[in-house]
């Protein structure tokens, strides 16, 4: 290897290696082109919690989001919130949610979020966890999210809806 290509490489390492340095939990790079902004988890010493977080697509594709996992409950789905009966209820997505080419989707209480339904690894303030979505065509995002106290926004489970 000559030597300007030797530097050229060394140059491209450092600016690719500086490129990775983020104070906020976020996507880890995949080949999707999804990326989670500002993702919190409600904490909980057991039972159910939800996941939240903007997830935007930069791609020129619409991407479908099929399902979820995560490392504090081996049991989790994608959640829409409607309303039933006058109250504010939350089903399973039928379908996962898609996210538009260049565009973004909220995860939000009292909205569309990622439910853990069996919560094994206690959700303490500050815990960072760990969470993977899985895309129409079976690739996989994954992102860390912070633990945040929340009273939560008032719904009920509504299994099998739809």
Not at 40 to 69: F, L, P, Q, R
Not at 94 to 114: L, M, N, R
Not at 116 to 139: E, H
Request: aromatic content about 6%.
């Amino acid at each position: 290897m000559s030597l300007p290509l030797r530097t050229f490489g060394a140059a491209l390492l450092l600016t690719l290696a500086g490129c990775g340095a983020s104070s906020t939990p976020s996507a880890v790079p995949s080949q999707s082109a999804l990326v989670v902004k500002d993702p919190w988890v409600k904490t909980a010493d057991s039972g159910m919690s939800a996941a939240y977080g903007t997830v935007m697509n930069t791609g020129g594709k619409d991407v479908t989001i099929v399902s979820v996992a995560s490392t504090a409950s081996p049991m989790m789905e994608l959640h829409e919130t409607t309303m039933v009966d006058g109250k504010m209820a939350m089903k399973p997505k039928e379908g996962g949610f898609t996210i538009p080419a260049h565009g973004s989707h909220e995860f939000k209480p009292g909205g569309d979020h990622f439910m853990l339904m069996d919560v094994k690894t206690p959700v303490k303030p500050g815990d960072q966890v760990t969470f993977t979505l899985t895309l129409q065509g079976g690739d996989t995002v994954r992102f860390t999210a912070l633990g945040k106290d929340f009273a939560g926004g008032n719904e009920s489970y509504q299994p099998g809806m739809g």
